[in-house]
């Protein structure tokens, strides 16, 4: 399996302009998350789905942030409209149900609003 | 809620000395626990990991140890390399692999 893949790798977008992150979990893996990383934060869990139901999006900072899970192979984080403080780098990461095993993580998606 | 609360760093270690990562959680139940590394411009990837009391995670030279009377999974290594410069994770799972919670990092770097 080639991990999990996230796109773009980066993304430079204008503030108010609407922007989509795209996850291809881990064939198999029954949990998704999306995770935010900023210096100033660190680790933030947005939300998280399972069996592609969200289960918990209470991370998940305005209502300008959607995430959606269509399948079991893809799922959407978007913003719109998009400012400045939404800069970070975006992790999707899948796991399997076991609590006996780790979250797999993906490259990571770099935005920035400018 | 479930926490885990990490030292602060960052640590400056010079190569060869040996590493201590504090860690420490909160949690309701018994969970899983983990230390991920994140390598710069990289997703984190898993560097070991501990499922129940007494358990030792170990692998690359580091080891951590599930302490269930003080709620703990110190990270160590005995002689760190430069390779080692990098920012660690300590993190858990409770109810079978749901929100992992993550604390906030701890940046490493190893000096030649």
């Known amino acids: 399996d080639a991990g999990v893949i996230q796109s773009p790798r980066h993304e430079v977008t204008e503030m108010g302009q609407e922007v989509t992150l795209r996850c291809k979990p881990i064939s198999g893996h029954d949990y998704l998350f999306w995770y935010r990383q900023t210096m100033m934060r660190g680790l933030e869990l947005l939300i998280y789905f399972n069996n592609n139901v969200p289960i918990d999006d209470s991370g998940m900072p305005e209502d300008r942030f959607s995430a959606k899970m269509p399948n079991a192979s893809f799922s959407t984080l978007k913003i719109q409209p998009s400012e400045p403080r939404d800069s970070a780098v975006y992790f999707c990461?899948?796991?399997?149900?076991?609590?006996?095993?780790?979250?797999?993580f993906g490259q990571g998606t770099r935005l920035t609003v400018v | 809620g479930d926490s885990v609360t990490q030292m602060e760093g960052p640590v400056t270690l010079s190569e060869e000395a040996f590493l201590t990562i504090n860690c420490t959680y909160t949690a309701t139940g018994y969970p899983s626990l983990f230390w991920y590394v994140q390598y710069p411009g990289e997703g984190l990837q898993l560097l070991l990991k501990?499922?129940?009391?007494?358990d030792k995670g170990s692998n690359k030279g580091f080891e951590a140890t599930y302490r269930k009377e003080t709620t703990s999974f110190h990270l160590e290594k005995g002689s760190v390399q430069v390779s080692d410069s990098a920012v660690y994770f300590c993190?858990?799972?409770?109810?079978?692999?749901?929100?992992?919670?993550f604390g906030p990092g701890t940046r490493l770097s190893v000096l030649p």
């Open positions: 993190a858990l799972s409770e109810n079978y692999g749901q929100n992992f919670v």
């Open positions: 990461a899948s796991s399997p149900l076991s609590s006996l095993t780790e979250a797999f």
């Open positions: 501990a499922t129940k009391a007494d």
